[in-house]
């Protein structure tokens, strides 16, 4: 009995110190990757650095909502952008369930809103307040919405309340869900040509901002509460009265088993911080200058060493 | 129709088909006018009623997972065998850093191994299929990507191979057995994908793993069917042959059954190819790496002409797969003459090491070779880009479907949804009772009522409604297509061969790639759902249509000729009603493909199932997802049961066997 | 076991298709007919039938489709299992041998060449020929050995790297006469083996087939439903029809004495004097007088026409092919045959 326990007491020990001393384990790390650009190239730059340091590095093709399980599985080891907006419930979903964490937050916001290119000003000169909509309504009328206008918001999973908002601050307007970004796009593009006035679901940092100037529409502020407590914001009997946070979180998850099995990886990855223009430059490279992401990567990489060389740890090269 | 029921009669009291038809349907028309005095729970099943299936089926999960452990049983194969076979491929082919660590190989051995094996299957034209497929993907820079999803294919294509082979031979064998797993089959071939992919993450993890094995379980339905079916082929007198020469049970199965059955798996073979093909894009929202990722993230970023090229790999592999492996199914051994030594026996293996051997060593020397480099690629990308935007921008082409586009959802689409939307459950039910009570008979009828009334009760009605409605006039619009489009090509060879090629890319076109133009010309509408719907349905139309007018036997046609029927006599009476139990088959296909289409329409914005489906991507509502996924199968197999009972009884009447 | 003992022998077997036979024959109450057991639901494949055959003999089992010859064949070899009744085959009880006791009957003792040939189709002439010796795990330079024998002995030498498909029919059923005789069978069953091919073939095969007896010497049950064919074959024919056996005897029996109308009708067309032999015509001599020449007792009444029109005798001696006087034929009689009766 007696020497069981030390026997154990000596095997928590050397654990112990492996672990404080280990080497990063040479299994691969498992970096996600979604279908949008900057979140394409960020994850090969970080993958990039992290081979740069002698890390094991693979990519997998994931949803970007289904990945949440997966890095609480471990079947990947962290998430490089976890927007507030989007992500934020599945991400603080599976942090109820455990094995994943905050891995820190990037040093940008994120804004995700009602959005229209810049030449549906032109037409509906009010904009941006959210006040003018109702006048400009019959600018976004199509044959389906009668003489409602046409708002398309983000795909239903999304969870951007779009219709409730509409409702609550009683505006015309209809309300559908695009099945996927890329509807949306294709929306903003049809109506390019003939400068159509447009209003859809949009977010920043998004390489649309480079391709289609726009503006986000901007409703009543966002409160603490304007979620969950109808009196606040300026409809009194009614929820999502207000816009999203105009400033929302860009978050780094990380699996939990991460910090011990790539202790130094794990180290790189807590620092790591883009900032908006950083994240805007990343998919400009793919998305406008026609770069494949990997290629981007190392472009951006070679541009930018003064940022990232100082999230290596001390006495890599 | 009433003479295709007589032998359903007796069944019933004496009353006949068209009487009972009358009835059921009488019922269902009171019912809709009654409406405005219905009490609420006729006309939807009251929330309260609605049991918490859903829920039901977390638990189980849970106690497959939590208790029975099961999810570290595919766990362990996951990690271990499978994902060891799939480093294996994808080290070899795009070079992973797995063992063997010798990969990738150079892209040209490659494209000349496929030249020579299309050579061997099918001369010169089939070697130039073969080696212009891979020298275009090498070209438009497309290697790494495309050699990613060939290799998860290259193992999960010899998967359902196995499984299917094992599976028929054991449907084959015990006929409970094949009672088992018949229905099973049809269930697996009607279920959303959405609905497989979820557990595929959570069995078998996220990437390549459960990659491959939603794509083996996708592929595997009709290598069990095509192997049951050759295996109960083989001739009676090649069997006693077999007996008689003194085999034992296992010597015959696999010495005389499984080589006679050769054509049919082979065919076999090719469906697995081809539905591992359909399946590289939906995966990749699971982690299936390669094309299909790419393509996502090209489509999400609103690049149409690379996501375009990526869709011309896809095919050109499909086509060429395809035709390689019909080619081997048709390919018979040839004879050597006695003493003709090895070299001269194997002399495509021959070649096709040799041409290995040279251009890996070429490859050394010559660096585009073996790798064509993104600034060297010939990819046409942004032009094709700008080339597709211009067009579906030019105001012509825009102001014409803007018109068809309102006029449809106006006049159309919408009013025929609200109708559908309007009508009590009960009523809709009893509709679809007596209508497949008229085509189909008894059976089927029985099974729609089940079936309808497990939709009605799983809580997802209306939504279940709108896809129904989606699917149905899709596939009404596509009959307008493809029917016509069928009898025009049937009249001649030529023209036969081409429409069927134009078939064959449209089946194996990513559909994806179709959905951004067609929003932008139609917007996030109904329209651009149902027409995107069409474009797949249309093809299954059309191949059978010209199939079945083609097969009319040639003695009838000459009859009708010499009995003086003009063109369009001969077609209305005599090779349309014999082509119409081909014709059915198609429909019913057409029917499927709907359903899964439907499904993919989600990615424009959709009020369905499909949307809910995609929903449940998000998190890990395996109950929800399965309870969804089981409403589609369940209308899909609906109209499944019913057509295919209705052409089988029609062929019977025909005597076409 | 000696010469005399039959190598196949069944008694009273039965073989009913239906839902339940095993049940049905006990049952049933006796000589109920084809036609009786089918209102009750069930066909008589096999209708009672007992025949012998001995060694070295042909036996040709004939009758129309679906009279129930190739099922009574396919219970020789326990490709079917008999309903009731018993065979044996060599003295022993095929419906008591186990699977693997019957592989090895099969493997060691019994050859059968089908209608279609029933060729494997992926497999060249000399790997269909060798299959039964593969089977038996006979080792591949054996079996070659043995295959290209037997290739030859069927006249295909040259042709054993083809694959079936590539040969007419005669020639794909020369590859399953081959294949049946690889492992040098005592029982030899040809079900139909010449029924699918042209008439001029038909008949080489024929002529081949009895080279091939006569330097073989097999015991051989044939089915076919030619009746020229049978006649031109058989040692004995039985006659089948719904399942029974309606009479079997040797052809010239069969000829001058059909015994039931059904037979009578296939005889009817059928020029007797090819068929009947001297021998059968010879009386004993009974110390009748014995003048000249004898005619020889193997030849057909046909052979012997113009002898019969032109000699004078009456009775004509009949000799063996040694010489050895067997009998005296009443010329009478003969010519009857020859003409016909009235």
């Given at each position: 009995m007696k020497t069981k326990i030390l026997m154990s007491a000596a095997a928590l020990a050397l654990g112990t110190t492996t672990a404080s001393f280990a080497e990063d384990s040479s299994d691969p790390i498992v970096i996600p990757i979604h279908n949008w650009s900057s979140q394409i190239v960020m994850s090969h730059v970080v993958g990039q650095i992290l081979e740069e340091m002698g890390s094991n590095v693979e990519f997998v093709t994931t949803d970007s909502q289904a990945v949440y399980e997966s890095v609480r599985l471990g079947d990947v080891t962290m998430e490089l952008e976890v927007w507030e907006g989007a992500f934020g419930a599945s991400f603080r979903a599976a942090l109820e369930k455990g094995g994943l964490h905050d891995a820190g937050d990037h040093n940008a916001v994120t804004r995700e809103d009602w959005w229209y290119p810049m030449w549906t000003k032109d037409a509906c000169p009010g904009l941006p307040s959210w006040e003018a909509l109702n006048d400009c309504a019959h600018l976004f009328a199509t044959a389906e919405t009668g003489d409602k206008g046409l708002f398309l918001d983000g795909p239903v999973d999304w969870l951007k309340h779009g219709k409730e908002r509409a409702e609550a601050l009683?505006?015309?307007?209809?309300?559908?869900?695009?099945?996927?970004?890329?509807?949306?796009?294709?929306?903003?593009?049809?109506?390019?040509?003939?400068?159509?006035?447009?209003?859809?679901?949009?977010?920043?940092?998004?390489?649309?901002?480079?391709?289609?100037?726009?503006?986000?529409?901007?409703?009543?502020?966002?409160?603490?509460?304007?979620?969950?407590?109808?009196?606040?914001?300026?409809?009194?009997?009614?929820?999502?009265?207000?816009?999203?946070?105009?400033?929302?979180?860009?978050?780094?998850?990380?699996?939990?088993?991460?910090?011990?099995?790539?202790?130094?990886?794990?180290?790189?990855?807590?620092?790591?911080?883009?900032?908006?223009?950083?994240?805007?430059?990343?998919?400009?490279?793919?998305?406008?200058?026609?770069?494949?992401?990997?290629?981007?990567?190392a472009e951006w990489l070679e541009n930018n060493e003064a940022v990232w060389k100082g999230w290596l740890p001390e006495g890599s090269s | 129709m009433a003479d295709a029921a007589t032998d359903l009669k007796p069944a019933v009291s004496g009353l006949s088909t068209t009487r009972i038809f009358q009835i059921i349907l009488g019922i269902a028309v009171l019912l809709c006018l009654a409406k405005p005095f219905l009490p609420e729970f006729l006309i939807r099943i009251p929330e309260a009623w609605i049991p918490p299936l859903a829920n039901w089926l977390d638990t189980f999960f849970d106690f497959l997972i939590e208790d029975l452990k099961l999810a570290k049983l595919t766990r362990w194969f996951a990690e271990g065998p499978l994902d060891f076979m799939l480093g294996l491929t994808a080290n070899l082919l795009e070079g992973k850093h797995r063992w063997p660590f010798i990969g990738p190989v150079p892209w040209a051995t490659v494209a000349a191994v496929a030249a020579v094996i299309g050579y061997y299957l099918g001369g010169w034209r089939m070697a130039l299929l073969g080696g212009g497929t891979f020298v275009w993907t090498a070209l438009v820079g497309q290697w790494k990507i495309a050699m990613q999803t060939l290799s998860v294919l290259a193992v999960a294509a010899p998967m359902a191979f196995t499984l299917g082979l094992l599976l028929g031979i054991a449907a084959w064998k015990w006929g409970w057995f094949d009672r088992a797993i018949k229905p099973i089959l049809a269930i697996l071939q009607t279920i959303p994908f959405f609905t497989y992919l979820l557990p595929a993450v959570i069995f078998f993890k996220v990437g390549p793993t459960a990659g491959a094995i939603a794509t083996t379980i996708y592929a595997i339905p009709p290598m069990v069917l095509m192997t049951t079916l050759g295996l109960k082929r083989v001739s009676p007198e090649i069997i006693e042959a077999g007996k008689m020469c003194g085999s034992t049970r296992f010597q015959m199965l696999t010495r005389v059954y499984i080589p006679s059955a050769r054509t049919e798996i082979l065919v076999g073979v090719n469906q697995v190819i081809m539905l591992c093909l359909a399946m590289v894009v939906l995966t990749a929202f699971i982690g299936m790496p390669g094309l299909g990722g790419k393509l996502l993230a090209m489509m999400n970023s609103f690049k149409l002409g690379r996501s375009f090229e990526i869709g011309v790999t896809i095919v050109l592999i499909a086509v060429t797969l395809d035709r390689m492996s019909k080619a081997w199914v048709a390919k018979l051994p040839e004879h050597f003459e006695r003493g003709t030594p090895w070299w001269v026996r194997h002399k495509y293996l021959v070649i096709a090491v040799a041409a290995f051997v040279f251009f890996l060593i070429v490859a050394q020397f010559i660096g585009i070779l073996d790798t064509v480099g993104r600034k060297q690629s010939l990819s046409q990308g942004k032009e094709i880009d700008r080339a597709i935007k211009g067009f579906l921008n030019i105001g012509a082409v825009k102001a014409t479907t803007g018109f068809i586009g309102d006029f449809l959802i106006v006049y159309v689409l919408i009013p025929f949804r609200n109708a559908l939307l309007w009508i009590p459950t009960p009523a809709f039910i009893l509709m679809v009772v007596a209508g497949t009570y008229w085509l189909g008979g008894k059976r089927p009828a029985i099974f729609a009522a089940i079936f309808f009334t497990v939709v009605a009760f799983s809580g997802w009605w209306d939504r279940s409604v709108i896809t129904l409605y989606a699917v149905i006039s899709a596939v009404i619009l596509s009959m307008f297509i493809g029917i016509p489009l069928g009898i025009f090509a049937a009249r001649s060879e030529k023209w036969a061969n081409r429409i069927l090629l134009v078939c064959d890319t449209a089946q194996t076109f990513p559909s994806f790639i179709y959905l951004l133009p067609a929003i932008m010309l139609f917007g996030v509408s109904d329209v651009t759902v149902v027409l995107s719907i069409v474009i797949f349905t249309t093809v299954p139309l059309t191949r059978y249509t010209i199939e079945g007018l083609r097969g009319v036997p040639g003695e009838m046609t000459e009859a009708a000729d010499m009995s003086g029927s003009t063109r369009r006599q001969k077609l209305v009476s005599v090779q349309l009603p014999l082509a119409l139990p081909t014709m059915a088959v198609g429909f019913?296909?057409?029917?499927?493909?709907?359903?899964?289409?439907?499904?993919?329409?989600?990615?424009?914005?959709?009020?369905?199932?499909?949307?809910?489906?995609?929903?449940?991507?998000?998190?890990?509502?395996?109950?929800?997802?399965?309870?969804?996924?089981?409403?589609?199968?369940?209308?899909?197999?609906?109209?499944?049961?019913?057509?295919?009972?209705?052409?089988?009884?029609?062929?019977?009447?025909?005597?076409?066997? | 076991m000696n010469d005399q003992s039959p190598v196949i022998s069944c008694k009273n077997v039965w073989k009913l298709f239906g839902p339940n036979p095993k049940q049905y024959l006990s049952q049933m109450s006796a000589g109920r007919t084809f036609d009786e057991i089918r209102a009750d639901g069930y066909i008589a494949g096999v209708h009672d039938v007992s025949i012998e055959v001995g060694r070295g003999e042909m036996l040709v089992i004939m009758g129309l489709s679906g009279s129930g010859k190739s099922t009574l064949v396919r219970c020789f070899s326990r490709l079917h299992e008999i309903t009731g009744g018993t065979i044996e085959v060599e003295g022993q009880d095929v419906m008591a041998l186990s699977e693997k006791e019957l592989i090895d009957l099969r493997r060691s003792k019994m050859g059968m060449v089908f209608q279609s040939f029933g060729l494997l189709p992926h497999r060249t002439v000399l790997d269909n020929v060798a299959f039964p010796l593969e089977m038996r795990g006979q080792d591949k330079h054996d079996r070659r050995e043995r295959a290209l024998e037997v290739v030859k002995l069927v006249g295909l030498e040259g042709r054993e790297e083809y694959f079936p498909r590539e040969l007419s029919g005669g020639q794909q059923q020369r590859v399953g006469i081959a294949r049946s005789l690889a492992i040098e069978p005592d029982i030899w069953f040809l079900d139909e083996p010449f029924s699918a091919l042209d008439p001029l073939i038909r008949r080489e095969m024929q002529d081949e087939f009895l080279r091939l007896q006569e330097m073989l010497g097999k015991t051989i049950v044939f089915i076919t439903h030619d009746f020229?064919?049978?006649?031109?074959?058989?040692?004995?024919?039985?006659?089948?029809?719904?399942?029974?056996?309606?009479?079997?005897?040797?052809?010239?029996?069969?000829?001058?004495?059909?015994?039931?109308?059904?037979?009578?009708?296939?005889?009817?067309?059928?020029?007797?004097?090819?068929?009947?032999?001297?021998?059968?015509?010879?009386?004993?001599?009974?110390?009748?007088?014995?003048?000249?020449?004898?005619?020889?007792?193997?030849?057909?009444?046909?052979?012997?026409?113009?002898?019969?029109?032109?000699?004078?005798?009456?009775?004509?001696?009949?000799?063996?092919?040694?010489?050895k006087l067997i009998g005296i034929m009443n010329r009478q009689e003969a010519l009857d045959v020859l003409l016909g009766k009235d």
């Open positions: 009683g505006i015309n307007y209809v309300v559908k869900n695009a099945g996927s970004a890329a509807a949306l796009w294709a929306h903003i593009g049809a109506a390019e040509a003939d400068r159509t006035p447009v209003l859809v679901f949009n977010w920043t940092p998004n390489f649309a901002e480079a391709v289609w100037p726009g503006e986000f529409v901007e409703f009543p502020a966002w409160e603490d509460g304007c979620d969950s407590d109808p009196a606040v914001g300026p409809n009194p009997d009614a929820l999502y009265d207000c816009g999203n946070p105009a400033s929302g979180y860009l978050k780094k998850a990380a699996w939990d088993g991460m910090p011990d099995k790539w202790p130094d990886a794990y180290e790189v990855l807590t620092k790591i911080s883009f900032t908006n223009p950083q994240i805007a430059e990343m998919a400009k490279l793919v998305d406008i200058d026609w770069m494949e992401p990997e290629e981007a990567a | 019913n296909q057409a029917i499927m493909f709907a359903f899964f289409m439907v499904i993919i329409a989600a990615f424009i914005g959709t009020q369905d199932l499909g949307q809910e489906l995609q929903r449940t991507l998000a998190g890990t509502d395996l109950g929800k997802n399965f309870v969804l996924g089981m409403n589609v199968s369940l209308m899909a197999l609906t109209f499944d049961l019913t057509i295919m009972s209705w052409a089988e009884k029609r062929k019977k009447l025909l005597g076409l066997g | 020229d064919e049978a006649l031109r074959l058989a040692d004995r024919i039985a006659i089948m029809k719904d399942g029974a056996v309606e009479q079997c005897d040797t052809p010239d029996q069969i000829v001058l004495n059909p015994q039931t109308p059904y037979v009578r009708k296939f005889t009817e067309e059928i020029e007797k004097s090819r068929v009947v032999h001297a021998r059968v015509l010879a009386n004993p001599v009974n110390g009748a007088s014995i003048e000249g020449e004898p005619v020889r007792a193997g030849h057909t009444i046909l052979q012997l026409a113009r002898q019969l029109v032109d000699d004078p005798r009456e009775e004509l001696p009949v000799a063996d092919r040694h010489g």
